[in-house]
C-alpha cells in the first residue's frame, strides 16, 4: 500500500525566514507524481508545487521548492522568504498512474500546521 | 474561469435524513473524486469516477453513494447520515494524460454536521 508521512505536526517560523517541511513517501512504483498542496485557514485546497518522478531537476515555484530524493523517497517543501500569507496546514500528497494497479487516487500525509510569525 | 464548485458550503443536518452535496465542474475532467477531511487523519478518499457512468470505492466508502450521469456532475449522497460522517469534504477534479493525471483541482469543501 502507498503511504505518505509527514512526520511534523506543527511548525512554526518568523518572517523573511526560510522553512523547510518534510515529507517521506513509500510506493513500489516508478513512475508517480508528488505534490505540495496548502490550505489557509479558508479550507481551500491550493496546488503549491508539483513534481513527477522520473524527473531528476527539483522543481521550482518562486518562494517555495523541493529536495526531491527518490531513492530515499523524500520530499521536502523549502518555503524561502516566508510570509504571513504562508501561514496555513500543507499536505503532502502522492498520485500514481491509472494503469498500475488499484483506484487512481492522491494519498495524503496528516499534515502540518505551518505559522509564520511577524 | 475554471473551477469546481460544491454546494453547500455548510450543513447541519439531523441523523438519518438523507442528504446530498452537489459537485460540478467546467474543465472537462474525466476524473472526479470525493475525499473527507478529519482531524489528525487527512485526506481520505470516498468514491472516485473515471468517467460517466464509470464509479468506484475509494478507502472510506461506507455510508455513501455517488452517481455520474453527465461528466461535469457528482454528487455525494447520504442516504442516513450518521454523527461519525460529520466532516469536511472536498470535491476534486483531474484531466488524464497518457498514462498520468494531473494535479487534482478541488472544490471549496462542504462542512458537515450531523446531530
Known amino acids: 500500500a502507498q503511504t505518505v508521512t509527514q512526520s511534523q505536526p506543527e511548525m512554526s517560523v518568523q518572517e523573511a525566514e526560510t522553512v523547510t517541511l518534510s515529507c517521506t513517501y513509500d510506493t513500489s512504483e516508478n513512475n508517480y507524481y508528488l505534490f505540495w498542496y496548502k490550505q489557509p485557514p479558508s479550507r481551500q485546497m491550493i496546488l503549491v508545487i508539483r513534481?513527477?518522478?522520473?524527473?531528476?531537476q527539483n522543481a521550482t515555484e518562486n518562494r517555495f521548492s523541493v529536495n526531491f530524493q527518490k531513492a530515499a523517497k523524500s520530499f521536502s517543501l523549502k518555503i524561502s522568504d516566508s510570509q504571513l500569507g504562508d501561514t496555513a496546514m500543507y499536505f503532502c500528497a502522492l498520485i500514481l498512474p491509472f494503469t498500475q494497479g488499484g483506484s487512481e487516487k492522491l494519498v495524503f500525509g496528516k499534515g502540518t500546521k505551518l505559522t509564520v510569525n511577524p | 474561469e475554471a473551477q469546481v464548485t460544491q454546494n453547500p458550503r455548510y450543513l447541519i443536518t439531523v441523523t438519518g435524513k438523507k442528504l446530498t452535496v452537489t459537485c460540478s465542474q467546467n474543465m472537462n475532467h474525466e476524473y472526479m473524486s470525493w475525499y473527507r477531511q478529519d482531524p489528525g487523519l487527512g485526506l481520505r478518499q470516498i468514491y472516485y469516477s473515471m468517467n460517466v457512468e464509470v464509479t468506484d470505492k475509494g478507502d472510506v466508502p461506507e455510508g455513501y453513494k455517488v452517481s455520474r450521469k453527465e461528466k461535469r456532475n457528482f454528487p455525494l449522497i447520504l442516504e442516513s447520515p450518521s454523527p461519525n460522517q460529520t466532516s469536511l469534504y472536498f470535491c476534486a477534479s483531474s484531466l488524464k494524460r497518457g498514462l498520468l493525471t494531473t494535479e487534482a483541482f478541488f472544490g471549496q469543501g462542504t462542512r458537515l454536521t450531523v446531530v
Open positions: 513534481q513527477e518522478a522520473y524527473k531528476q
